[in-house]
Structures are given as C-alpha cells and as structure tokens.
C-alpha cells in the first residue's frame, strides 16, 4: 500500500523512543540492583547478587511483604465487597441516577495528596470531625498515629475509600450486560433476590471478577503514595510494605542497590500478576 | 420493572443516602473547612457550612509558593499531553495498519508497562535523570509521566484504531489523498472521542501525580501542586485551612472538567484508564 | 503590631513582586533540551556537568512566613547588586538535613543550608562536604557555647541559640498564685491546680510529644538533663542504664508518665504544631518551647502574648535546672558555587541578618555579641517589651549552674557520635515504650542504652 515506508519510518522511530523511556528504565533499575552505590553519583561496584542477599536476610524485607499482602488482600477484598454493592445499587431504578454515579465515582479522580491531607484533617485528634464523632461513643480520639493496627487500619479505610470506583464502574458494565430474560426466567420459577444474584448474577460477572481481582492485586500490591502521605510508613515501620521499603532505603538510606532490589523483587512478583492477566485475557486484533 | 414496595423503595433511598454521604462527606468537608477561619476550623465546630471567608486563599495565593507550583503544574501537564498524543496516535495507528511480525507483542509490552507502578520506574528513572544532567528540571517530570501516559494511550487507542475499517482510507486514497492526508481528514475524525479520552487522562495522571514529583523536584520553585502542597505539611504553625484551600483549588480543574466531559470519563475509567 | 513592622512587611512584599516571580520556565525547559542533546552527544554514562551558571541554591530552614519573606528579599537585593541569582529554598528545619544528604546523594548539593544540629554539622564535616568558614568566623565576637569547631575549624556560621525551656500561662499563674515550679513535685501541683473545668483551668496542664521526631529530642528530655543524667562517660561508654544513671532516668521516666494524665491524648501523635497551637487555643496551660512561641502569638493576639510566663527544666530534687540546647546555623558546602556562597554569607551578615532575627525577634536570640550592642538589632519594639524573656535568655548563657545539654552534643567531646545517637531516636523509642507500652522502666532504659550502643558502634 502507498505511504507504507513512510509510516514504517514513523513507526520505528516512535518505538525506539518508547522502548527508551521505558524498557531502558526498567534495564537500567535491574543493573542498580547488582551494583554497591551509596548515592546516584557515585562509583558503581557490580556485587552480583549481593543486595539480593542482604535484602533477603533483613527481617524488615520479610515483615514489608507480609504487610504488603495484608494491606492488598483487604483492600481488594474490601473493594471488591463493597464495588459490587455500589454497582447493585447503580444498576437499580434510583432517583437522579447520573448525578449518583458521578458522585460515587468521584473519589477516584481526586489526587491522592487531597485524599491523604483531607483524611488527616478529619482524624486530627483533637479537632478532627471523626475525632468528634468518635467522642459521642466515649472514645476520646483515634489514635492511627501511634497504633500500628489503627495506623494499617486507616490507610486500608483510605484506599477502599479511593479505589473502589474502579471496582463499581467495571461491575456495572458487567451488570449491564446481563440479559433481562435470564432474570425474568428465574422469576417465574420463583426464585428469591438471594438465589438470582447467586445464580444469575455471580456466573455472569466472573469474568468481570477475574480482570477486577488481577488488575487490583496488581496494583493495590504496589500502592505507594496514599501509604507515604498519610503515615510514612510508620508508626514505627507498622505499615510500611516493600514500596515503601525500597523508597527509604533508595531516599533516605541511600542504600541505592539495595533499594533497587528491593523493586527489582517488587517487580517479578508483579510480573507474575500481569503474566496471569495475559494468560486470562490473551490480545486479540479482532475482537 | 416490577413496583417496589413502599419499605423496600425507602430502604433503597437510604442506601443510596449512605453512599452518597460515604463518597462526598470529606470532599464537601475539605471545600467547607477552606472557607473557615482559624476560629471556626478549631474552636467552634460545626457540621454545616460557614461561616464564610476568603483568608485560607489569599494567604496561600499570596504568601506561599502556590501560584509558581500551579504554573508548574500546568507545564508539566500540558508538556505531557502532547507528548502522549503525537507519539500514541503515530504507534497506535501504525501497529493497526502495518503487517509485521510480532506486532501484538509491541501492544502487550504497552500493556505491561502500563501496569507498571510508578515508584518502581521512579527510582531508575532519577537515577539516569542524574547521570544526564537532568535531574530536578520540569523536563524529567514531564518524560516520566510520559513513561504511563505513552502506554495508556498507545494501549486506549488501539483500542479505537482497530475498530476504524480499512476501507475507509483505502477509499480515500483511491481518490487521490496521500497516506497522510487521509489519515488526518478521515481516520482521525473518527477517533476523535478516544483521542479525547487520553487528553483527558493524560492531564489527569499528571496533575495528580505525587510520586513522580516527590523523587525528580527537590527546588522549590520547580515543584508541582500535588508535590509542593506536601510540603506545607508540618510547618511550625497549624494551617490546614490553607491546605484546605490549596487542596480544593488542585480538585477544582477535575471536578469543573468531570462535570462536562463525564461521558469521556466514564469511558476511559470503564477502561481501566487511571492506574491505580 | 507595630507601624514600623507593618511599614517593613508592606515595603518588603513590594520589592519582592517586582524582583521575583515566574518567567523563567520556559527557558528552563530549553536548557533542559539543550542539556538532553549535549549528554547524548556525550554518551549516557558520561555524568553531566552543569553548564556554569552563576545561582547560589541556599536551604532555609526557617518557614515562618516573615522570615522566608526576609531571606527571599535578601537574596532579591543580592541579584540586583551583584547579578547573582540566589534560588531560596525552604523547609522546615527538621527536615533540612535529610534535604541537604539528598541534594548531594543526587549530584545537586546546594551551596549554603540550614542545619539545626551540631550533630549533622559533624557528619557532614566528616564526610568532607562542607568548606571551614574560619575567616568569617573570625570577623565577629561570639558568645560563649555557640561555636564548635571540629579539629580547629569552623563550619557552622550559628544564627540564633534557640534554647528550650517551659512557657506557661502567667495570667493564670497570678489568678492562681501560683509560683514557677522549683522540683517535680511543684510541676505536678501547678499542672494539677490549672487543669479543669472551673476559673483559671484549661482542659490540660501541658503537651509533651513523645514520638520518634525531632520534636521530642528537643523538647522532652530537659527534665532528665536537670536531673544529672548523661548519656556518656568520658571515654564514649554508654552510661545510661549505670546503676547511678538508670536510677535518675527511672524518675524521668516515672514523671512524664505521671504527666500523662495532664497532657491532651495523643502524645505520640504531636509535633511542633501542638506544642504551639494547643497553647495557643487554650487547651493547655505549660508548653515546652522557645521565643517563636512569643513572637507567633505576638502577631495574632498581642494580648496573650504579654500573658507568657517562662521557666526552666526543674530536677526532681529543685538542686538543679536545665535547658535543651537547640542552636541553628548555616554551612556553606563544598561545590562550584563555594566562593560565591561564602561571599553572599559575608553580605547577608550585616543589615539583612539583623532584618532576619528580627522576624521572630525573642525567638532569634543573637549569636554573635556585637548584635547585642547593634542599634538597629535594639530598635525592634518586641525586644523592649519582652526584656523579662531576653534578660532570662543572657542569664542562662551566663549563669554556670544553668544546666545546657541536648542529645546532639552529649560525649566528651563534639563528635559524630551523638549525631547519630540523635537520630537513632533511640530516647523518644524509650519514652514510648513507658508511656505507650508500658514497659517497665529497666527493660525501657535497657533497650534504650542497647540502642545507643549499637548506634555508637556503627
């Protein structure tokens, strides 16, 4: 076809660019976590894998991927509970429906700065709106800036509170899909809300689920800025997980190659993930 | 539908009550507290809005660095936007149109760099910023938005292209126009609502973007809202109706743009645009 | 306030919008270009040098609005004399350190910055990225326990001594009758008779934070100085849980968990904010702390401000009283900038340091003793009207009983040392521990004095 070498041309040079700004990253992070640099301008020493052996012998390495899962699998779970709900009740005749759904679906779009600096406002604990709410119960204030469990609770509470749109939005496509008769065929054979949303409702959301869970396991794993902004990773290391990990030692400990390695792990436990996500939902040119 | 009963249509009110309430409280919470004083946001609390003043903003507007990180901001966005647009309509048509081998192996790098987190692209990213040169400039910010722009937007617009039919160009070619030429008269119109979706979230992934921000700008005076109102954290005095007010004015643009252009919104999230 | 002050803001906000201000990006981003094809030319691993530009890039410390105002009008005033830009940049001075390791972990050090610890002085020092400053040093007279010169040379330029001590209510003090308390047992009734719900109580006696910051090696431990504890012998051994040392940290330690039931809940939570708005908006009647906390409320409620009563760190036994050391300065770093910056310090330390201190004028208690005797330093209205604070601020640099000390310069002698045991925030883990865990008070001095070990050691 005519124009074909040009674009060829267009092409090869828009890859090359693209393969710069991204796979030369990715090439250059795996090349600092074999070499011993304690600043970015230093003179690298290539060490083999002896970041990764000093990374998996730190008990802090092991408790940030335990915190790690912990934070992902209940925040996924909790999003996704609470996603299907909201789409539910999206999917219902409701009054001002359009304007319900943008409310809901407006947490999403809010920078995660507002969401932790708002959120922190609102737990201040003296003058913090939920510090009120909390004193009507006799509890004087919520104490996430000392208790590791309430620090971990919170920033849970945060990201379900963000996130969960995605979840509802991917929920309600789903539902919408769902043919009618299948519902007024059940109805017939007199079967309760309960048992048409278990047997109507669930089989035909799974594939919506498994695209859900893999692209929320993904991403809630490597959740970095909501955790940094509301808690550091504190207090004293209750909620800080591998991002968090590989941050301070890069920023703050200027241990670059071992927290290049400590991403660089990060990196194919999610690659794992992603290549799940392939495997479910091979590319198709078609469609 | 079937009629609901008067128990059930109220139960479902209340629900949709509580979901309102659970995803607009703080928002609402946040633009009330900006209006306050002093007095107001610690002394006398109160759950309705007012009492009203301006001071949060013009203290911020006019003591603070606010207006260069908002000028910061816009750069960087803009910067990025058509970064993403020029070079995800060329990669996306092309890997649409041309026969080669390995083509879907071009998408699904995308899609893998996509999902990329972006403190993992962040510390490698600084790290050759710094060897170039160009570490702590709003250039580097604006190339490493770029690394999850450029994917999405490849990865949304094939999506669009593969749907636009050969024939449609191929006819226009027949008559006369060149490869160029009836790209941009005909297959280009046609996509015009997907090239908008990643206009759209293009600027949204960067105006909101802190990570990126908190590693490449350590000078004041280059940093962006999100990044630069971090560090009105935790000054000596108790300010958080100015954070209030500067976090307010960050969620304006969204909220101002969310409001006309929800269709585009709505599209681009169902396709899983804002990473996160 | 007064017409002077405002005359000097108003003048001062004037110049600054004709002065600085956006313009500059998109040069920036040009250059930016440039240098992205300049470092390709030179091939990706080749670091690249920054083309000469003449800017000074100096860390500020001090975000209060006024003094940021200050020093953007001083670096404003240098560019129109010299042509030499000076990029201000601030932060708040607990995190400066941490800014400066990573402006020089990254290849961009700034060449002058603000470090509020002897401690980080000394490990920049050692780690040979600051230049000595002794021949500008040398220009002026000092007063006494300010400088520390490491092996005969000066690095630190001190600003202010910023000593710490307890504000309190003194309004409520004369309703009450209460005196300034001389022992523990004094502190304790004082705190007892103004917390309350009748006349002349607030809802707490006084805001301690406990947590892992810099707050807390500031501001909790003057009690335990006054008390005789040390951290080191003479030869760098860990002394503090010594049959002798433990005993006097363990009635440290018992009195600020006593103190609990007289502090707002949440003292793990509270920072630098708390300890001056809490006392700000009447929630306690004691607030550990310095001038700032004066000159702040000097300019919201002038009324209260009058109201500030100060005293010093009591022992529990009244033998005794401390304050916790808290000197700022400035350093100049080792870089292509150096003799530049060393320059624009020698400038800034004539009229434009003295318009600095005087932007949180009893706060900013002069370093060097020719300011004293300066007219102009005198001619701020504040200091007049404060002189019960700045004459106890001179009777402490004076009076040898007085007991100065702070984490950052325990040992025999200044060293990197103590630097590091300061921000190992091994003594803020140990008042967790008491007052969180409710560990007991051997297992609390034990694992401190571990910590400290460890920390020393490497």
Redesign the interface.
């Known amino acids: 076809m005519r124009g074909e070498r040009v674009l060829y041309s267009i092409f090869s040079v828009a890859i090359a660019l693209t393969a710069l700004l991204i796979l030369y990253p990715a090439y250059h992070a795996l090349e600092l976590s074999f070499q011993d640099l304690d600043s970015f301008i230093s003179k690298p020493v290539w060490i083999g894998f002896g970041n990764y052996a000093d990374v998996l012998a730190m008990p802090e390495f092991w408790n940030a991927l335990g915190r790690g899962l912990v934070f992902s699998g209940t925040t996924i779970a909790l999003q996704i509970v609470l996603g299907i709900g909201f789409a539910m009740l999206l999917d219902t005749a409701i009054p001002a429906k359009p304007l319900v759904r943008g409310i809901t679906v407006l947490p999403y779009l809010l920078p995660t700065i507002i969401v932790a600096l708002t959120f922190q406002w609102m737990l201040d604990s003296t003058v913090g709106v939920f510090t009120q709410f909390v004193r009507l119960f006799g509890y004087s204030y919520i104490p996430w800036g000392e208790s590791g469990t309430v620090a971990m609770t919170v920033v849970i509470v945060l990201s379900v509170w963000i996130w969960t749109p995605f979840v509802t939005l991917a929920f309600l496509a789903g539902l919408q899909a769902v043919p009618g008769e299948l519902y007024e065929a059940a109805r017939v054979d007199g079967a309760s809300a309960w048992q048409r949303f278990w047997h109507i409702t669930m089989p035909q959301l799974r594939p919506v689920l498994t695209v859900v869970l893999l692209l929320r396991a993904i991403w809630m794993f490597n959740k970095f800025d909501i955790i940094w902004l509301t808690t550091r990773g504190g207090p004293l290391q209750a909620t800080e997980h591998l991002p968090i990990l590989a941050y301070r030692k890069t920023f703050e400990m200027y241990e670059v190659g071992q927290g290049a390695a400590v991403s660089a792990i990060s990196f194919v436990i999610l690659s794992v993930l992603i290549l799940f996500y392939f495997y479910f939902f091979p590319l198709d040119e078609k469609e | 539908?079937n009629k609901l009963t008067l128990g059930q249509r109220s139960a479902?009110?209340g629900?949709?009550c509580v979901?309102?309430v659970?995803?607009?409280f703080?928002?609402y919470?946040?633009i009330i507290?900006s209006f306050r004083d002093d007095n107001s946001?610690?002394?006398n609390?109160s759950?309705l809005p007012g009492p009203f003043t301006l001071t949060n903003y013009e203290v911020l507007l006019?003591?603070t660095d606010y207006?260069?990180w908002f000028?910061?901001s816009i750069?960087v966005a803009f910067?990025t936007v058509c970064i993403t647009l020029v070079?995800s309509v060329?990669?996306a048509y092309?890997?649409t149109?041309?026969q080669f081998r390995g083509k879907?192996a071009?998408?699904?790098?995308?899609?893998?760099?996509y999902?990329?987190?972006?403190?993992?692209?962040a510390?490698?990213?600084?790290?050759?910023f710094?060897?170039?040169?160009?570490?702590?400039?709003?250039?580097?910010l604006m190339?490493s938005h770029?690394?999850i722009t450029?994917?999405l937007g490849?990865w949304l617009l094939w999506?669009f292209f593969?749907?636009i039919p050969l024939d449609v160009e191929?006819a226009a070619?027949v008559d006369g126009c060149?490869?160029?030429r009836a790209f941009v008269l005909v297959v280009l119109p046609l996509t015009l609502p997907g090239v908008l979706t990643v206009a759209i979230f293009s600027f949204?992934l960067s105006?909101?973007?802190?990570?990126f921000a908190?590693?490449m700008i350590?000078?004041?005076?280059?940093k962006t809202?999100?990044?630069g109102?971090?560090?009105m954290?935790?000054?000596?005095?108790?300010r958080?109706g100015e954070?209030?007010a500067g976090?307010t004015l960050?969620?304006l643009p969204?909220?101002v743009m969310?409001?006309f252009l929800?269709r585009y919104?709505?599209h681009g999230?169902?396709a899983?645009a804002?990473?996160? | 306030m007064s017409k002077a002050k405002d005359f000097k803001s108003k003048r001062l906000s004037a110049d600054l919008a004709g002065t600085t201000g956006g313009g500059s990006s998109r040069r920036t981003v040009i250059k930016g270009i440039g240098a992205a094809a300049g470092a390709a030319a030179i091939g990706l691993h080749a670091p690249f040098v920054h083309a000469a530009e003449k800017t000074i890039r100096f860390l500020n410390g001090e975000p209060s609005r006024e003094s940021v105002r200050a020093m953007r009008f001083a670096g404003a005033q240098y560019e129109k004399e010299t042509g030499i830009k000076v990029q201000m940049d601030t932060i708040p001075a607990g995190k400066a350190f941490e800014k400066v390791q990573a402006s020089i972990k990254s290849g961009r050090p700034y060449d002058i910055a603000t470090l509020i610890f002897v401690g980080d002085v000394l490990i920049l020092a050692d780690e040979k990225k600051l230049v000595p400053i002794n021949d500008l040093i040398k220009k002026y007279d000092w007063g006494p326990r300010i400088l520390f010169p490491v092996k005969g040379n000066n690095y630190w330029y001190p600003y202010d001594y910023n000593l710490c001590w307890i504000n309190c209510r003194q309004d409520l003090y004369d309703a009450k009758g209460l005196k300034a308390p001389q022992n523990w047992d004094g502190m304790m009734s004082n705190l007892d008779a103004l917390q309350g719900t009748g006349e002349n109580q607030l809802p707490h006696g006084i805001v301690h934070p406990i947590g892992s910051n810099g707050a807390t090696n500031y501001t909790a431990f003057g009690y335990m100085w006054a008390n005789g504890v040390e951290l080191f012998d003479d030869n760098w051994n860990v002394v503090l849980d010594s049959p002798e040392m433990a005993a006097k940290v363990g009635e440290y330690l018992d009195f600020m968990s006593a103190m609990t039931k007289y502090m707002p809940p949440a003292p793990a939570q509270a920072g630098w904010a708390n300890l001056v708005g809490d006392f700000q908006t009447d929630k306690i009647s004691h607030t550990p702390g310095t001038g700032r906390l004066i000159d702040t409320m000097n300019v919201r409620m002038p009324k209260r401000a009058a109201n500030v009563g100060t005293f010093l760190f009591p022992s529990k036994g009244g033998d005794k009283f401390a304050v916790n050391h808290g000197y700022d300065g400035w350093v100049v770093l080792d870089t292509a900038m150096t003799d530049e910056a060393l320059k624009f310090l020698e400038w800034f330390s004539d009229e434009h340091l003295i318009n600095f201190l005087h932007t949180s004028p009893v706060h900013y208690q002069p370093t060097r003793l020719d300011i004293y005797e300066d007219p102009r330093w005198q001619a701020h209205p504040d200091l007049e009207q404060f002189k019960h604070i700045t004459e106890m601020q001179k009777q402490v640099l004076s009076d040898k009983d007085i007991i100065i000390r702070s984490i950052d310069t325990e040992g025999p002698e200044v060293d990197v040392r103590a630097g590091k045991v300061f921000r190992s925030y091994a003594l803020p883990e140990m008042l967790q521990n008491k007052m969180v865990r409710n560990m007991s008070n051997a297992e609390c001095i034990k694992t401190a004095a571990d910590k400290i070990r460890a920390t020393v050691a490497g």
């Open positions: 539908m479902l009110y629900l949709v979901t309102v659970y995803s607009f703080p928002i919470w946040m507290s946001l610690y002394a609390f759950l006019e003591l207006p260069t000028v910061n750069l910067g070079m060329l990669i092309s890997v149109r041309l879907m071009v998408v699904g790098v995308m899609l893998y760099a999902m990329f987190p972006p403190l993992l692209l510390i490698p990213l600084f790290s050759l710094v060897k170039l040169g160009l570490a702590d400039t709003r250039l580097s190339i770029c690394t450029l994917p490849v999506g593969k749907q191929e070619m060149s490869r160029l949204l105006w909101t973007d802190y990570t908190l590693v350590g000078t004041d005076s280059l809202l999100p990044a109102l971090d560090t954290v935790g000054m000596y005095e108790l958080w954070l209030m976090s960050i969620a969204l909220l969310f409001m929800s919104f709505i999230l169902s899983g804002l990473k996160g």
